[in-house]
């Protein structure tokens, strides 16, 4: 499809267009134009690296994400999710209860998770090989998930194709949805976040979560998943000189 530039380097469809200007509005959007547009002319190397101005304005603004720290939310978000769509809250489901980058679990087949008790993956951000326990809640899921699908068949297929669906349509189905009941500073990696947040809410062992997320250290595990915001925030409260 045929793209236009927007501004110095950045280009985009007019449905690419259309909808940054719904979701940000006039001013926002050109704030983000124009500093993609700026470090696109500085950086030479950069303006090759980045293959879609579009992906590239949206992830920016899923970089400051936050878990789904209250369970009633999250309740609401799979019943928002169930009335469109059951593949959309199966998404959402194995995304809290796995913890697993959007990455990895978009081109997921149903052999790779029906009749498991893991999954096996080679994650497409460290090109690690990974082992996650998938529980018995969600294996019970599963089983009613993939009942009349085929072992090769995507767990999660667009509906005009076979393939699975791209990661921004995935934003655009989980946002909108966090959007209608309330959910604020929400992107695809709160349900990564999310499945840390309660991980070590449950089990208070950062090393074990950091050892699941492959993080170097365990403050960025517990920065990645909004913990150290929350105790600087408690240890604020009351403080007065």
Do not use: C
């Not at 200007?21 to 190397?45: F, I, P, V, W």
């Amino acid at each position: 499809m045929e793209k236009t530039e927007y501004m110095t380097h950045v280009f985009f469809t007019k449905g690419e267009y259309m909808y940054l200007l719904k979701k940000y509005g006039d001013y926002e959007l050109h704030k983000k134009m124009q500093e993609l547009s700026l470090s696109k002319q500085k950086s030479l190397k950069r303006r090759y690296e980045i293959k879609s101005d579009y992906h590239a304005i949206i992830s920016k603004g899923m970089q400051t994400v936050q878990p789904i720290r209250d369970k009633y939310l999250i309740e609401a978000m799979k019943q928002e999710l169930k009335k469109v769509s059951y593949r959309n809250y199966f998404l959402f489901v194995m995304g809290i209860n796995t913890g697993l980058r959007i990455s990895d679990l978009l081109p997921l087949r149903v052999a790779d998770v029906k009749d498991q008790t893991h999954i096996v993956i080679k994650e497409t951000k460290t090109r690690k090989i990974k082992r996650f326990l998938i529980n018995l809640e969600l294996r019970n899921l599963i089983f009613e998930y993939t009942l009349n699908m085929h072992m090769n068949d995507y767990l999660f297929p667009s509906h005009k194709t076979d393939l699975p669906i791209k990661r921004v349509q995935a934003y655009k189905i989980l946002s909108q949805a966090a959007n209608n009941v309330g959910i604020k500073d929400f992107g695809t990696h709160s349900l990564r976040k999310t499945f840390g947040f309660w991980h070590y809410t449950m089990h208070k062992n950062v090393a074990l979560l950091q050892d699941i997320f492959n993080h170097s250290s365990p403050d960025i595990t517990l920065r990645y998943i909004g913990i150290n915001q929350d105790i600087v925030d408690k240890s604020l409260e009351h403080f007065s000189l």
